[in-house]
């Protein structure tokens, strides 16, 4: 989001004070401390911070314990070895309990294969939190037919949150026309981001179902025989429990058309034979457009400020702040809460007035913050809980 400078009240607060009270965690840097992600994962203990400083590409790694994961500036990841094509870029394994956090990251998926991996995928924390992640569309059906991937998947994971993400799926596809038959190419909805029955929160990204996959037959003088009934539906960009968005782009694929050729695809006449549609850009049973316009201009960096721009409704805002979000919880009169309220505090006033304005938060350049998550979400007088804003301290 962006607003214009005119008539933008700037204020400063300092949270020095407040996360200097924090207590450290352990560091672990790449390549300085381990020369890779997947060594420093395995050097490092429950609660850690790994900052990768280095431009080279991490080959797959499985995370097991509670951890935050840093890039600096970027952490590449990809699938660079032959036994992980059948497993996630990053997978989830954890002991059941913690939450892991990613920020400022690419994530790339398994090179194309019949059954291509989830970039990232699992189970076995209790939250998860990407921030500035970056999930590329996977390959599928680009050497052979081949069954799509989400591009997030979790399974038993009960809150997961996105802050300032874009993340694309593969829907099923195919790279060649069958002769005389359907294509069949498995009945399945690939959404960019599938939580299962948890509870999703989607702040300021972009999250887009794949289109679906390339679906004809050659040869025919008809359309063949069989209704070719899965791989063109357009795919979903979300399936959870509950969903809960602000400031958010969800859209699902389009759906293809089968197209039926007397000889050589494109050489030759054709007649289209089905024309698919797209399933519902989100699939939930909840699914709330959060109100109020509040986000950051950049991120929260050591010894810089955290610098909020918002656009709040007429009348006195108070900021809420926590460590990090956490999972909603509704409040009776005010709304949904998205704070932990284990470390909730009130910050004071955000904004006498409401209307256009900033605020800046200044950041302590300890280097024990670093990888520190931290969330603010407005409380307007009258209406009550706004959309929150959230970060991880970066260097």
Known sequence: MHLGFASRSVLTFALA?????????????????QPTLR????????????????????DC???????????????????????????ATVELAGPGSGAVAISNAVVYGSFDCYYPATPIGGTGFTSLFLYNVNIPKPNAGLTGIGVGVEGLRTTGIPFVALERCHIDSAQNNTDDCTQGSAVQLGIANHAAVDVGHGSLLVLDSKLHGSSGGFLCSKNAIFCPGGLATAGGEGASAVKAGSVHAAN??????VGT???????YPGKSQSQVCWVYGSYPAVIATTYVTLPGAIAATGDAKLGGQWQLEFDLPSGASYALFSYGVGRPIELPG????????????????LSAT??????????????????LQIALQPLHAGQGLLRPVAAAIIP
């Open 17 to 33: 004070g407040l996360l200097n009270s924090v207590a450290s965690a352990g560091q672990i840097r790449v390549p300085a401390d």
């Open 334 to 349: 005010l709304g949904t809460a998205f704070l932990d309220s284990a470390t909730f505090t009130v910050l004071g006033l």
């Open 354 to 371: 409401g209307g256009v304005g900033t605020k800046s938060y200044v950041v302590p350049a300890s280097t024990s913050l670093l990888g």
């Open 39 to 58: 060594l420093a994962l395995l050097a490092a203990q429950p609660g850690d911070v790994i900052l990768v400083q280095t431009a080279a590409p991490q």
């Open 61 to 87: 790694v499985v995370i097991t314990k509670p951890v935050t994961i840093i890039g600096d500036p970027v952490l590449l990841l990809w699938e660079n070895e032959p036994n992980c094509g059948t497993k």
């Open 248 to 253: 958010s782009i969800l859209t699902a694929g």
């Open 257 to 263: 058309t089968y197209v039926a050729w007397t000889g």
